[in-house]
């Protein structure tokens, strides 16, 4: 259906029409389907966040007052969501035990992307000050508690805690930054 053609259905649906809706549907569904493959590389990840993205649609229909601009709106949630998807993949990387391999590998699909997550994650630790690196590394590369870090290198457990939170809130906002910039 070409666009101009799809502008009187998602017209109708938003004024109260439902049986508009199987249009916009199968209109949007096809090309939410190839964006989303696009940054997620997995067909099942990628066709359960395009069921996402209509459902949040159909909730939130009476948010778009303009139906020229409900193609925006439509892209914007799946952007969003692509985001999100990422942000979770962040959070795993970073939220592995010490001692133990991310988890990442195992949930990515797409070897590429895996590859410049972690590439960009080592470039952030080096990117760190000296003493916030070397207590993220003692713990998470060599298992020292908090304790045994602190009498390592005579600070207190409290400050070896603020540290590596500090880290953790830094890393994962230069992910989810880099992460945003490949689908913007």
Not at 46 to 66: F, G, H, M, P, Y
Not at 101 to 117: F, K, R, S, W
Not at 147 to 158: G, V, W
Request: hydrophobic residues 35%; proline residues 5%; neutral net charge.
């Amino acid at each position: 259906m070409p666009h101009e053609d799809i502008s009187g259905p998602v017209e109708r649906w938003l004024q109260g029409d439902d049986t508009a809706f199987e249009a916009v549907f199968h209109y949007y569904r096809q090309r939410l389907l190839r964006y989303t493959f696009r940054y997620l590389k997995n067909e099942t990840d990628a066709e359960d966040l395009t069921t996402e993205i209509l459902v949040k649609v159909w909730q939130c229909r009476q948010s778009v007052t303009n139906p020229a601009t409900f193609e925006n709106y439509l892209f914007t949630i799946a952007r969003n969501r692509v985001i999100k998807s990422w942000q979770r993949k962040v959070d795993s990387l970073l939220s592995f035990e010490p001692g133990n391999e991310p988890a990442v590998p195992a949930e990515t699909n797409d070897p590429v992307l895996y590859g410049e997550l972690v590439r960009h994650y080592q470039e952030s630790l080096a990117g760190l000050p000296e003493q916030r690196r070397r207590i993220f590394l003692l713990h998470r590369e060599q298992n020292l508690t908090y304790k045994e870090i602190a009498r390592q290198l005579n600070i207190s457990p409290k400050t070896v805690e603020n540290q590596i939170s500090a880290t953790l809130k830094q890393l994962r906002t230069r992910l989810a930054q880099h992460l945003a910039s490949l689908v913007l």
